[in-house]
Nanobody, 120 residues
């Protein structure tokens, strides 16, 4: 069992930055690939970025490439999402997830989500 707790969300102005954190419980964090998803009101939950167990492989959705950076610190059982140049369309609830498959990421565990609101 892995428990995930996100933090760092909030209200930010257009063009601003936020850094989300996701802290995992347990000793097995380093054995999971990790990802950030987001879900805006009335829309499906979309993957934003994913990172492999070692951090060697990283993949971004096209809509965040060049603006967001995913990273992880296995010693701290934490995955991060640095979000820069935020746009109104980035407003959503952001979730971190843990999974066993990197290529076709299939979440096994979810966090509770953290709200990100970008004001214009």
């Amino acid at each position: 069992q892995v428990q995930l707790v996100e933090s760092g969300g909030g209200l930010v102005q257009y063009g601003g930055s936020l850094r989300l954190s996701c802290a995992a419980s347990g000793r097995t964090f380093s054995t999971f690939h990790m990802a950030w998803f987001r879900q805006a009101p009335g829309k499906e939950r979309d993957i934003v970025a994913k990172i492999s167990t070692s951090g060697y492989s990283i993949t971004y959705a096209d809509f965040v490439k060049g603006r967001f950076t995913i990273s992880r610190d296995n010693a701290k059982n934490t995955v991060y999402l640095q979000m820069n140049s935020l746009k109104s369309e980035d407003t959503a609830v952001y979730y971190c997830a843990a999974g066993r498959n990197y290529g076709d990421f299939d979440p096994m565990y979810w966090g509770q989500g953290t709200q990100v609101t970008v004001s214009s």
